[in-house]
C-alpha cells in the first residue's frame, strides 16, 4: 500500500512539473554598438590646450 501511495505522489509530481508543455527557447539576437569618433579630435583638444596656455601666459 504504501508503494502505490508513493507511487502515485510521484506520478501527480511529474505531471505538474510537465504541465506548461515544452516551448522552444527565444534566443535574442546581440547588437553590437560601435562608437565612432572623428580624427579631428585627437588634435582638437591638445589645440584648445595650446591656445589657453598661450592666452594665459600672454596676461
Known sequence: MKKLA???AL???ATS???GGYTEPVI?????VEDTS???AGILV???AV???A???SN
Do not use: K
Not at 535574442?28 to 553590437?32: F, S
Open 17 to 19: 512539473a510537465f504541465a
Open 28 to 32: 535574442e539576437p546581440e547588437v553590437i
Open 55 to 57: 592666452a594665459a601666459a
Open 6 to 8: 508513493l507511487a502515485a
Open 11 to 13: 506520478s501527480v509530481a
Open 51 to 53: 591656445i589657453l596656455i
Open 38 to 40: 572623428s580624427s579631428a
Open 46 to 48: 591638445p589645440l584648445i
